[in-house]
């Protein structure tokens, strides 16, 4: 019998929806806020969640955002159920990861289809890769401090050091390796039909990219150029999907990266149709901040070219250098010498409403 965890606060319509769920042959696990709906998730291992959107304490985005990061619940099919209709909410209850949306009232069918489609979905993906708990007791592994799977590096693959600017792949070639960052930065990005060009993935030590091509058996897209002179492993294609197919960890952190890719690349969407310059701007530097991790004197930096944070905005370079001494003015950021920005009020930054 498949269990569904049920975190809604309403108690009556809690109950309406526990019966309706046990009626339909699922084991409901019901919980009234989103702190236990946390503790019962990690616990009880679901194989589907619903959750509410308002509730006092955690609410929705914040259950699904720690759930969505957590290797044991990364994968599990998750919607949210809300009385607000509006199109902001939707999108962020999407942008985060959330498999669907469901405005009060609906349709009971709707639910349950919906749950029956994915679990579906999910158990099939999950047979595409073989994934076995007894392959993961024969595997040793690693992960170091950024979650990344250490187990895949092995000195038996070749280290190349590549000279900033070194294109590694451009749209059309077919994939033969999936790459893992030692040193340097590498950028991952699109180019229009007009010649502009629009990063979408910024990739330092620590990373690996290249591996999306590999799972869906697909040319690449989008070229990948080195931001600077960087050491890189070639994981073997081979090697990698023997240790996708063997390994049921390695492969849900995968899954996982392969998720947060694309709510990063939704987020990106919608600041560039929706928000102004400053904030464009400001959520270029917040996504630098955070991919990067750079910090000088307890203070975050930095270190790419105008150039490539424009490409980072989607904005044209002039306007984005024309924010940046709005910035500088207001005395959010600070400029060195050699072009590095320090952050001074990085709250200020995150929370830059226009």
Same mark, same amino acid.
């Given at each position: 019998?498949?269990?569904?965890? $049920?975190?809604?606060?309403?108690?009556?319509?809690?109950?309406? $929806?526990?019966?309706?769920?046990?009626?339909?042959?699922?084991?409901?696990?019901?919980?009234?806020? *989103?702190?236990?709906?946390?503790?019962?998730? %990690?616990?009880?291992?679901?194989?589907?969640?619903?959750?509410? !959107?308002? /509730?006092?304490?955690?609410?929705?985005?914040?259950?699904?955002?720690?759930?969505?990061?957590?290797?044991?619940?990364?994968?599990?099919?998750?919607?949210? $159920?809300? *009385?607000?209709?509006?199109?902001?909410?939707?999108?962020?209850? +999407?942008?985060?990861?959330?498999?669907?949306?469901?405005?009060?009232?609906?349709?009971?069918?709707? %639910?349950?289809?919906?749950?029956?489609?994915?679990?579906?979905?999910?158990?099939?993906?999950?047979?595409?890769?073989?994934?076995?708990?007894?392959?993961?007791?024969?595997?040793?592994?690693?992960?170091?401090?950024?979650?990344?799977?250490?187990?895949?590096?092995?000195?038996?693959?070749?280290?190349?050091?590549?000279?900033?600017?070194?294109?590694?792949? /451009?749209?059309?070639?077919?994939?033969?390796?999936?790459?893992?960052?030692?040193?340097?930065?590498?950028?991952?990005?699109?180019?229009?039909?007009? @010649?502009?060009?629009?990063?979408? @993935?910024?990739?330092?030590?620590?990373?690996?990219?290249?591996?999306?091509?590999?799972?869906?058996?697909?040319?690449?897209?989008?070229?990948?150029?080195?931001?600077?002179?960087?050491?890189?492993?070639?994981?073997?294609?081979?090697?990698? /999907?023997?240790?996708?197919?063997?390994?049921?960890?390695?492969?849900?952190?995968?899954?996982? +990266?392969?998720?947060?890719?694309?709510?990063?690349?939704?987020? %990106?969407?919608?600041?560039?149709?929706?928000?102004? %310059?400053?904030?464009?701007?400001?959520?270029?530097?917040?996504?630098?901040?955070?991919?990067?991790?750079?910090?000088?004197?307890?203070?975050?930096?930095?270190?790419?070219?105008?150039?490539?944070?424009?490409?980072?905005?989607?904005?044209?370079?002039?306007?984005?250098?024309?924010?940046?001494?709005?910035?500088?003015?207001?005395?959010?950021?600070?400029?060195?010498?050699?072009?590095?920005?320090? !952050?001074?009020?990085?709250?200020?930054?995150?929370?830059?409403?226009?």
């Amino acid at each position: 019998m498949k269990k569904i965890l $049920l975190i809604e606060d309403d108690k009556s319509f809690r109950d309406k $929806l526990d019966q309706l769920l046990s009626l339909s042959g699922y084991e409901v696990l019901s919980c009234d806020n *989103g702190k236990s709906g946390i503790e019962t998730a %990690l616990k009880e291992s679901p194989q589907f969640i619903i959750c509410d !959107v308002k /509730m006092p304490d955690i609410d929705g985005y914040g259950v699904i955002h720690i759930l969505s990061n957590h290797p044991k619940t990364s994968g599990t099919p998750f919607i949210f $159920l809300s *009385g607000n209709a509006d199109y902001v909410n939707q999108r962020k209850g +999407m942008s985060l990861g959330a498999d669907d949306y469901l405005v009060k009232p609906f349709d009971s069918n709707d %639910l349950l289809n919906t749950i029956r489609l994915r679990i579906e979905k999910n158990e099939s993906l999950k047979n595409k890769f073989h994934l076995t708990n007894d392959t993961d007791q024969d595997l040793n592994f690693s992960q170091n401090n950024n979650g990344k799977i250490s187990s895949l590096i092995s000195d038996k693959y070749e280290v190349q050091n590549f000279k900033k600017k070194h294109v590694l792949y /451009m749209p059309g070639q077919r994939p033969s390796c999936v790459y893992y960052i030692k040193s340097g930065k590498v950028k991952e990005f699109i180019v229009n039909e007009d @010649g502009k060009e629009l990063i979408t @993935g910024i990739y330092s030590q620590g990373d690996f990219f290249g591996y999306t091509e590999i799972l869906k058996e697909c040319n690449y897209s989008k070229n990948a150029k080195l931001m600077e002179d960087s050491s890189i492993v070639l994981i073997p294609k081979d090697d990698f /999907m023997q240790k996708i197919h063997t390994n049921s960890i390695i492969a849900k952190e995968f899954i996982g +990266m392969l998720s947060n890719n694309i709510t990063e690349n939704e987020k %990106l969407i919608i600041n560039m149709a929706y928000n102004s %310059l400053r904030k464009k701007v400001a959520i270029g530097i917040v996504r630098l901040i955070d991919k990067l991790k750079e910090s000088k004197d307890g203070k975050s930096i930095i270190s790419v070219s105008r150039e490539d944070l424009a490409h980072v905005v989607g904005s044209s370079l002039e306007s984005t250098i024309r924010t940046l001494k709005e910035f500088k003015t207001e005395k959010l950021i600070e400029v060195e010498d050699n072009g590095t920005i320090i !952050v001074l009020d990085e709250q200020k930054i995150r929370n830059l409403r226009h």
